[in-house]
Nanobody, 123 residues
């Protein structure tokens, strides 16, 4: 059974930092690209950051460039999202997802999803 379990969300003031983790089990983690998405109330789920299976390639959406960093530890089957300089508009439920092929930015490329973790940034 494939499981993706996010943790690390919470309430933080604007300008603060959080580190999200996603522990993965039930699949060959090092064969999958990983991504972080987020969904704010009333909005579509959007791509935030992605990383290749090896960790050698990463991609961030424009709104988080310079602030968020995605990384992975294949020995621990875990992917991370370090979020710095948080803004109120970063408030959303954050999801990690696993992708075996397809376009890194496309939600449809990701076949496995976690349950999400809430991030709330106060002004």
């Amino acid at each position: 059974q494939v499981q993706l379990v996010e943790s690390g969300g919470g309430l933080v003031q604007a300008g603060g930092s959080l580190r999200l983790s996603c522990a993965v089990s039930g699949l060959s983690f090092s064969n999958y690209g990983m991504g972080w998405f987020r969904q704010a109330p009333g909005k579509e789920r959007e791509f935030v950051a992605g990383i290749s299976w090896s960790g050698s390639s990463t991609y961030n959406t424009d709104s988080v460039k310079g602030r968020f960093t995605i990384s992975r530890d294949n020995a621990e089957n875990t992917v991370y999202l370090q979020m710095n300089s948080l803004k109120p508009e970063d408030t959303a439920v954050y999801y990690c997802a696993a992708r075996q092929s397809g376009y890194i930015l496309s939600r449809e490329s990701y076949g496995y999803w976690g349950q999400g973790t809430q991030v709330t940034v106060s002004s």
